[in-house]
């Protein structure tokens, strides 16, 4: 049947778009006069002069209304579909009009999320400000070192280079070298720190007897420098992982354990297969060891090593750590006090259980 004229007057001043309105008629006794379009709320085996409430639960209590319409903005009807309800009473009884509110019941709940999620972005830019801040003192921090002993030999020999003995003029030139060596460093570091956030790679098996002879090819003379003993193991398990990235990670754990260990360093690397698929690598040194409040404060976002130790540059450990989440592992450290510490990380196992073999079981200044 056609909507009767009470209830299209009251539709006008409503916006119904595509919302599916239904309405009934029920006398002042609560009892059935009419119906239009109930079906699609689940009003199913309506009869006329059935008390309403049988079928429409929703109404308990609301009925007969007095003066004044009333709104129910958001009613799971027996359908279970939101429903937007208004009841507004008139000559022939109180009219019901329903109109279809999963529109605005989705819109409601996609705003919940959206309001969520923003919450998220706004805490995650905030984090992102706080790291920013600490990655740029970082750098500059770092960088200001060895730039201020470039400028500070260089100034000497440009103004004393006929005063300066030649043994001198080579010792402060080695400093000016090593400086921009350690800027270098820095710079490479900087820029492995952008390729790990962006860099897509496929985790393939590692040949980790190669990266770790890689690695300390890298660290030759510093090994060399402090007389360091590092033994590493025959065999390896394989590991899934992206070699370029596993050679940071190894060249960092090393580096420092040289530059921390004891006197002479003595650095072991190890590995082990964990029941849960993955293998955990290692690097131990003889050094003082760490508190625990030491070891809490490692591994944070471009927190200066040199807050724990007594030298060093704090974007090393921030960049293991990327690097070694991006390949689905973890890092870690045990230490003690006066006991030395060991440095870990986790990559997943290789499908097959393989070795790969070591070049050598010991790497030391002959």
């Not at 009470?6 to 919302?19: A, G, M």
């Not at 986790?346 to 030391?364: F, I, M, V």
């Given at each position: 049947m056609p909507l009767p004229q009470p209830v299209l007057d009251y539709l006008s001043d409503l916006t119904i778009r595509r919302r599916s309105p239904a309405c009934l008629l029920v006398s002042?006794?609560?009892r059935l006069v009419s119906w239009h379009n109930t079906l699609d709320y689940g009003l199913y085996g309506l009869k006329p002069d059935m008390a309403i409430t049988e079928r429409a639960w929703f109404l308990e209590g609301m009925l007969p209304l007095e003066d004044d319409p009333v709104v129910l903005p958001c009613v799971f009807t027996t359908s279970h579909w939101p429903a937007e309800i208004h009841?507004?009473?008139g000559k022939e009884g109180?009219?019901?009009?329903?109109?279809?509110s999963k529109v605005e019941e989705r819109q409601r709940v996609l705003l919940q999320q959206r309001a969520g999620e923003l919450a998220l972005l706004q805490e995650r830019q905030a984090e992102l400000i706080q790291e920013l801040d600490a990655f740029a003192h970082t750098v500059a921090h770092d960088l200001k070192g060895p730039l201020t002993g470039i400028m500070g030999f260089t100034e000497l020999l440009r103004t004393q280079f006929d005063?300066?003995?030649r043994e001198k003029r080579e010792r402060f030139?080695?400093?000016?070298?090593?400086?921009?060596?350690r800027m270098n460093r820095i710079i490479h570091e900087l820029l492995l720190l952008a390729g790990v956030r962006k860099q897509k790679v496929e985790l393939r098996p590692v040949d980790m007897a190669a990266v770790v002879r890689e690695a300390l090819n890298r660290l030759d003379y510093m090994i060399r420098d402090r007389n360091a003993a590092v033994t590493v193991p025959d065999t390896w398990p394989a590991a899934l992982g992206h070699a370029p990235?596993?050679?940071?990670?190894?060249?960092?754990?090393i580096s420092n354990a040289v530059k921390y260990g004891g006197d002479p360093p003595s650095v072991e690397l190890g590995a082990e297969v964990q029941p849960n698929g993955l293998v955990r690598f290692w690097v131990r040194d003889n050094g003082p060891g760490l508190s625990e409040e030491d070891q809490a404060r490692l591994f944070k976002p471009h927190t200066r090593l040199d807050e724990v130790?007594?030298?060093?540059?704090?974007?090393?450990?921030?960049?293991?750590?990327?690097?070694v989440r991006r390949l689905g592992g973890e890092v870690g450290v045990s230490s003690r006090v006066n006991e030395g510490s060991a440095f870990s990380f986790t990559l997943r196992s290789a499908?097959?259980?393989q070795y790969s073999e070591a070049s050598g079981s010991a790497h030391q200044d002959p």
């Amino acid at each position: 049947m056609p909507l009767p004229q009470p209830v299209l007057d009251y539709l006008s001043d409503l916006t119904i778009r595509r919302r599916s309105p239904a309405c009934l008629l029920v006398s002042k006794q609560g009892r059935l006069v009419s119906w239009h379009n109930t079906l699609d709320y689940g009003l199913y085996g309506l009869k006329p002069d059935m008390a309403i409430t049988e079928r429409a639960w929703f109404l308990e209590g609301m009925l007969p209304l007095e003066d004044d319409p009333v709104v129910l903005p958001c009613v799971f009807t027996t359908s279970h579909w939101p429903a937007e309800i208004h009841l507004f009473p008139g000559k022939e009884g109180d009219w019901i009009i329903m109109l279809d509110s999963k529109v605005e019941e989705r819109q409601r709940v996609l705003l919940q999320q959206r309001a969520g999620e923003l919450a998220l972005l706004q805490e995650r830019q905030a984090e992102l400000i706080q790291e920013l801040d600490a990655f740029a003192h970082t750098v500059a921090h770092d960088l200001k070192g060895p730039l201020t002993g470039i400028m500070g030999f260089t100034e000497l020999l440009r103004t004393q280079f006929d005063d300066l003995s030649r043994e001198k003029r080579e010792r402060f030139l080695d400093q000016v070298v090593q400086s921009g060596t350690r800027m270098n460093r820095i710079i490479h570091e900087l820029l492995l720190l952008a390729g790990v956030r962006k860099q897509k790679v496929e985790l393939r098996p590692v040949d980790m007897a190669a990266v770790v002879r890689e690695a300390l090819n890298r660290l030759d003379y510093m090994i060399r420098d402090r007389n360091a003993a590092v033994t590493v193991p025959d065999t390896w398990p394989a590991a899934l992982g992206h070699a370029p990235w596993v050679e940071e990670v190894w060249a960092n754990y090393i580096s420092n354990a040289v530059k921390y260990g004891g006197d002479p360093p003595s650095v072991e690397l190890g590995a082990e297969v964990q029941p849960n698929g993955l293998v955990r690598f290692w690097v131990r040194d003889n050094g003082p060891g760490l508190s625990e409040e030491d070891q809490a404060r490692l591994f944070k976002p471009h927190t200066r090593l040199d807050e724990v130790r007594a030298k060093g540059h704090g974007l090393g450990l921030s960049i293991v750590q990327r690097i070694v989440r991006r390949l689905g592992g973890e890092v870690g450290v045990s230490s003690r006090v006066n006991e030395g510490s060991a440095f870990s990380f986790t990559l997943r196992s290789a499908p097959e259980a393989q070795y790969s073999e070591a070049s050598g079981s010991a790497h030391q200044d002959p």
